[in-house]
C-alpha cells in the first residue's frame, strides 16, 4: 500500500534552515509528480511546492520562492524540501502528497498524502 513518511521537522529560529524528507513506497516513485502542502492552524492547506516524476519542473508557491528548494531522488524514493530563511509564518504542519494523473497547485491533483511533520519558526 502507498505510504509517504516525513520527517525533518522541528523547532528553528527565524533565519533558520531545515530540510524536510519524504521517504515514499508501495508505489513506483519515478513515474509520479510529488508535492509539498502546509496547513497552519485555522487555515487551509496549501501549496508549497511541486516536482515532476523526472524533477524536470517545478513550481513553487509565492511565498516561498527562493528560499525554498524541491528536490527528489528517484533511486532512494524520496522528495525532499530544503527551508532556508525560515519566518514565523511558516510554521505549519507540512505533508508530502503523491500526484494521481498530473501535478500542481491543486491538492485534488494529489491522492496520497503523509500525516505530516511540524514545522516551528520562532521569532
Known amino acids: 500500500q502507498v505510504q509517504l513518511v516525513e520527517s525533518g521537522g522541528g523547532l528553528v529560529q527565524a533565519g533558520g534552515s531545515l530540510r524536510l524528507s519524504c521517504a515514499a513506497s508501495?508505489?513506483?516513485?519515478?513515474?509520479?509528480?510529488m508535492g509539498w502542502f502546509r496547513q497552519a492552524p485555522g487555515t487551509e492547506r496549501g501549496f508549497v511546492a511541486g516536482?515532476?516524476?523526472?524533477?524536470?519542473?517545478?513550481d513553487y508557491a509565492d511565498s516561498v520562492k527562493g528560499r525554498f528548494t524541491i528536490a527528489r531522488d528517484n533511486a532512494k524514493n524520496t522528495v525532499y524540501l530544503q527551508m532556508n530563511t525560515l519566518k514565523p509564518e511558516d510554521t505549519a504542519v507540512y505533508s508530502c502528497?503523491?500526484?494521481?494523473?498530473?501535478?500542481?497547485?491543486?491538492?485534488?491533483?494529489?491522492?496520497?498524502w503523509g500525516q505530516g511533520t511540524q514545522v516551528t519558526v520562532s521569532s
Open positions: 502528497a503523491k500526484s494521481n494523473t498530473g501535478w500542481g497547485i491543486n491538492p485534488f491533483s494529489y491522492d496520497y
Open positions: 508501495g508505489f513506483t516513485f519515478s513515474r509520479f509528480g
Open positions: 516536482i515532476s516524476w523526472s524533477g524536470s519542473s517545478i
